[in-house]
């Protein structure tokens, strides 16, 4: 809060979030902390993939015209979705300024535009407004890195397809090896993912600040590395899940018949499976993992979002030998309630990625995706391996 003489200016925060499940979770949630300390909050929001409002009645929601349909994107093709929603959402957020600062109270003052990483379109509208512009990354700061580094990777020629790449690490990604850093969005570095993590990265160093939804103690290395390589101010605030009220962001309808089985489950033996809101895998990966989960003997639940097994609506690709091997055993979800998944006390091990880590609240061990493997598991010592086709 500002003070003027005895008059106390209220102080209000603009929010820009990526409009998918993982983002726009930590991003609403990072907004009700700062609520809380006493800012007004309007989130901007393409009308893909909207928020829900009533969720958030403290908040104000604007929703800008995107056009992603008009840009023909498919849906897998995450890279594409940001650079379009990066483009055509220049105008319509400058537009959407114009009007805050027009309509805003005399005594109100706009404090900063806080976007995800992924909208740096918005780091733009801040400068063109002369307001800060401050980025925040939702998942772990190594992706900072692992985003700065990946066109000199690609440039030095440690990265050219898929097949041929180096095995070797990079000094900025600590533990991290280069082969970990081909996520959905880096499987064709020369195309779309290469040109979305060089404007990333340049538009990123412009912030006045970067927020990252992690802690100190669990990535100092990465956190002095983008001290380096980053002139802005860095603010851990993580986990945001531990400091907002539990409240559902979920954009995906949650099936919470699950819970009913967990709760036939003994303590600390179900092994939990979920990908997040993005990640895409092809069959074979889904019959490795889904063998994987079969021979261990452990009962498990595995969300696997509709349409997130390339060429398939769902699961269907499994063979009718693999439901008779598990039996009630396996439960198999479209959707979770993740929070509530994790705080239940059959859940012993998670397979997951960064956000779903940060919300662990029980004693689980961890199974992370790629991109973060070396992290978890040499780093921390809290994870294990798993070869699935790779």
Known sequence: MEKQGENVRQQRLVIVGYPFQGHIS???????????????????????????????????????????????????????????????????FQNCMEQILLEKDPGENIAGIIYDTLMYFAQSVADHFKVLGISARTSAAATILAFSVFPRLHGEGYISFQDSISDGGSQDLQSIKIKQLLTSLAENPTNSALELRAALTRETKKASAIIVNTMDFLEQEALAKIKEHFPASIFTIGPFHKLAPPISTSLLNEDSSCVSWLNKQAPKSVVYASFGSQATIDEEELVNMAWGLAHSEQPFLWVVRPGSVRGFEWIESLPETYHERVGERGCFVRWA?????????AVGAFWSHWDGILLLRVSVKVCHCYAHLSLVIKSWIQGIFAMCGR
């Open 337 to 345: 309630p993740q929070k509530e998944v994790l705080a239940h006390s």
């Open 26 to 92: 930590p991003m609403l949630q990072l907004g009700t902390i700062l609520h809380s300390k006493g800012f007004s909050i309007t989130v901007v929001h393409p009308e893909f993939n909207s928020p829900n409002p009533s969720k958030h009645p403290e908040f104000t929601f604007v929703a800008i015209p995107d056009k992603l349909l008009e840009s023909k994107v498919s849906a897998g093709d995450f890279p594409g979705i940001a650079l379009a929603l990066n483009r055509n959402c220049v105008a319509p």
